[in-house]
């Protein structure tokens, strides 16, 4: 756990870097409060891919290859498409502040967090739900009484979905079933009082890297619950997610501040890179 790796910095002038993604060779995410798609190359470079009129959060890829991608405010899915982007479906439940990140199964299935209440106004935290989105758009509530579902993965079996509860400080386990829905809930790890995870991604040994934002690090935390390594970072880190061409590359994506504003003003978010042992598995 005090093994010390060296960060790389690789990418920097971001709004609110999110849902960090490796695919063909690139890291993908969001820069939320800029309303913008961005891909990072192996020559850290960053480049536009497609603008918003609202805010964007998690994004996944379908088996023909097209782009999902959450509307925070606008409780939608967008589909990337032959360079167009388009409303794919509505996610709206009418109980939604803001929709939040996703993973795409294997089978088509999106699988999207939310959060209930509106925490710009400093409203009581409230329960929040996952909802799961078929491939013919059809939207089901599959896991309720959450506390903030943030960052979400699906093992590389397809059997279990994790998501990170923020507000509880822990990451909890959902058995998924043929029809995509998802049973069998139980506590996963639970981590530090104010650790404040929020995104993950697992590796080849079961374990799960998560950016706890209070902790200002990044730990890998065991299928037993342990964290057995932390990596320290500047400011707060919103995500994470193994890629690079062997997946040992672990992307750290952080900012400076969490207000939208403020967020936009400085322009203070960053991407780190450092290299790990054990590759990528699973999703995203």
């Known amino acids: 756990m005090s093994r010390v790796r060296e960060l790389v910095l ?3 002038k971001l709004a609110y870097p999110e849902a960090p993604r490796w695919h063909e060779e690139k890291l993908w995410f969001n820069d939320i409060f800029s309303g913008e798609l961005k891909t990072l190359n192996q020559n ?3 480049k536009v891919i497609a603008k918003h009129d609202g ?7 379908f088996s023909d290859n097209s782009l999902c991608i959450v509307s925070v405010f606008h409780h939608q899915l967008l589909r990337w498409k032959n360079n167009e982007l388009k409303v794919w479906a509505d996610i709206d439940d009418g109980n939604t502040f803001a929709s939040n990140d996703m993973v795409v199964s294997q089978d088509d299935n999106s699988y999207v967090g939310n959060i209930s209440f509106d925490y710009n106004k400093g409203e009581t935290a409230a329960p929040c739900n996952i909802k799961m989105i078929n491939s013919d758009g059809k939207m089901k509530i599959v896991a309720t009484e959450l506390q903030v579902p943030n960052g979400l993965v699906i093992s590389s079996d397809g059997k279990t979905l994790i998501t990170a509860e923020s507000l509880a400080d822990r990451l909890t386990a959902f058995e998924i079933n043929v029809d995509g829905s998802l049973s069998n809930r139980r506590l996963w790890a639970q981590l530090p009082e104010g650790a404040m995870p929020d995104g ?8 799960i890297w998560t950016a706890c934002n209070h ?3 990044v730990v890998r935390v065991s299928p037993n619950g342990n964290i057995i390594e932390k990596i320290n970072v500047p400011d ?5 997610m193994l890629g690079g061409n062997d997946g040992k590359t672990l992307f750290i994506l952080t900012t400076v501040t969490f207000d939208p504003v403020e967020a936009k003003k400085l322009l203070g ?3 780190y890179q450092v290299n790990v042992d ?5 999703r995203p």
């Open 236 to 240: 707060y880190p919103l995500a994470c």
């Open 44 to 46: 850290n470079q960053i």
């Open 269 to 271: 978010g960053k991407i």
């Open 10 to 12: 690789v990418g920097n």
């Open 215 to 217: 902790l200002r690090a």
């Open 200 to 207: 993950i991604c697992l590796d080849g040994e079961g374990c």
């Open 55 to 61: 805010l964007m959060s998690g994004i996944g890829w």
């Open 278 to 282: 054990i590759s990528h598995t699973g």
